[in-house]
T-cell receptor
Framework: QKEVEQNSGPLSVPEGAIASLNCTYSDRGSQSFFWYRQYSGKSPELIMSIYSNGDKEDGRFTAQLNKASQYVSLLIRDSQPSDSATYLCAVNQENQGGKLIFGQGTELSVKP | GAGVSQSPSNKVTEKGKDVELRCDPISGHTALYWYRQSLGQGLEFLIYFQGNSAPDKSGLPSDRFSAERTGGSVSTLTIQRTQQEDSAVYLC??????????????FGNGTRLTVT
């Protein structure tokens, strides 16, 4: 079992729709969770961090964390073509210092 | 500086040569990380530094890979006797290390290494 799992996609949504990206993780002791966006040929860019159960909203982005289910998700409302990118889920595992384990990423395509 | 700075941005080298990749973290960030991303793949952890110490080197793929950090700032990743499978984008990231469990990482633009 991979430590951090994401559907590779591609996930295709029409402009204006809600995009839902999902991530599961194996280490029950994980404490910190991050979503990064990576445009083709560019480096990952932090878009959300979440540390406690529940929802965290920032503009059009909402991160959701359920530690009991070992599940974290990212919702993008009113999706725009500029949101088309690969979204990486990253998890800080217990007793691993600050190291983040990344999922393989989900490719999102927003069609005009 | 304003962000994480990596150099060179691109490096083409012949198989068997040694290469050095440099990373200058965000000023004041105590933690520094090296990752590798092969074409179409996820990020593979290599090593991380807290200050000048490397508590976790578990991701270094072989003894041809080494890294150091001096003055709690600049880090260099050295690959000796490069092989074609070393071709990848090498990403450096830094974090403030303020949270006990996982401060966000801020990435540089990477060094694209091509071994011919």
């Amino acid at each position: 079992q991979k430590e951090v799992e994401q559907n590779s996609g591609p996930l295709s949504v029409p402009e204006g729709a809600i995009a839902s990206l999902n991530c599961t993780y194996s280490d029950r002791g994980s404490q910190s969770f991050f979503w990064y966006r990576q445009y083709s040929g560019k480096s990952p860019e932090l878009i959300m961090s979440i540390y406690s159960n529940g929802d965290k909203e920032d503009g059009r982005f909402t991160a959701q964390l359920n530690k009991a289910s070992q599940y974290v998700s990212l919702l993008i409302r009113d999706s725009q073509p500029s949101d088309s990118a690969t979204y990486l889920c990253a998890v800080n595992q217990e007793n691993q210092g600050g190291k983040l384990i990344f999922g393989q990423g989900t490719e999102l395509s927003v069609k005009p | 500086g304003a962000g994480v700075s990596q150099s060179p941005s691109n490096k083409v080298t012949e198989k068997g040569k040694d290469v050095e990749l440099r990373c200058d973290p965000i000023s004041g960030h105590t933690a520094l990380y090296w990752y590798r991303q092969s074409l179409g793949q996820g990020l593979e952890f290599l090593i991380y530094f807290q200050g000048n110490s490397a508590p976790d080197k578990s991701g270094l793929p072989s003894d041809r890979f080494s890294a150091e950090r001096t003055g709690g700032s600049v880090s260099t990743l050295t690959i000796q006797r490069t092989q074609q499978e070393d071709s990848a984008v090498y990403l450096c990231a830094s974090s403030s290390g303020r949270r006990t469990y996982g401060s966000p990482l801020h990435f540089g633009n990477g060094t694209r290494l091509t071994v011919t």
